[in-house]
């Protein structure tokens, strides 16, 4: 049996999460959160086998916490469950320590699949995606490529710019300064090979995938 606690904002989602996992014999929901305070309260009471969140999450940055989760529960198995586009931050959310990333379009027998392969300690992603990933196409292996080689904190940036944050909406959703946040468009511009921010955004956008 693995043990599953569901971190999400939205009640909504919580019941919901909990009613299709309980019907299942070989999962177990020990707990639901709905904050970061509350989350990092209980993987220090009861850590569980998999850890169900989103990015969203009330008081702590998604990428951040990913991260801290990785160091100081290594064991823990993070699924990202967000409604976020999986082209734009599965990717960073992989680097950051998650295991996996599922949107919450998802049907309930891929959610119970994704935490099955993450439990399991494999990584979950849609297929697009780990086709995408896997394209012998040399267009897209450039493109991903490039991507790789991004930090976790210039994908961040990547993602904000990409959705019309301005520099200082990004400087305050990453808690830098505005100065810190043209460095790193300027590294962007270097790693991806463009003049400006607009083809920046259009390779960035190059990375989606049409999933109509």
């Known amino acids: 049996m693995y043990r599953v606690l569901i971190a999400d904002h939205h009640p909504i989602i919580l019941e919901g999460v909990k009613c299709v996992l309980q019907n299942n014999p070989a999962l177990q929901v020990t707990g639901r959160v709905g904050s970061g305070t509350q989350l990092f309260n209980q993987l220090e009471k009861d850590a569980p086998d998999v850890l169900i969140v989103e990015l969203d999450l009330p008081q702590i940055n998604g990428i951040n916490a990913i991260r801290r989760i990785k160091q100081e ?121 463009v003049d400006n921010v607009a083809d920046l955004i259009t390779q960035s956008r190059l990375l989606q995938i049409n999933t109509t």
Do not use: C
């Open 73 to 193: 529960f290594p064991e823990v198995k993070t699924l990202i469950f967000s409604s976020h586009p999986e082209e734009m931050y599965a990717l960073s959310a992989i680097k950051a320590g998650a295991a996996g990333y599922i949107s919450k379009h998802t049907d309930n027998e891929t959610l119970e699949k994704a935490i099955y392969q993450v439990a399991r300690g494999g990584i979950y992603l849609n297929r697009s995606i780990t086709e995408k990933l896997n394209s012998g196409i040399s267009r897209g292996k450039s493109l991903i490529t490039k991507f790789k080689k991004l930090s976790t904190r210039e994908t961040e940036v990547l993602n904000l710019l990409s959705s019309g944050k301005r520099n200082k909406d990004i400087a305050e959703a990453l808690d830098i300064n505005e100065k810190t946040v043209s460095t790193y468009k300027t590294r962007l511009l270097k790693k991806l090979k």
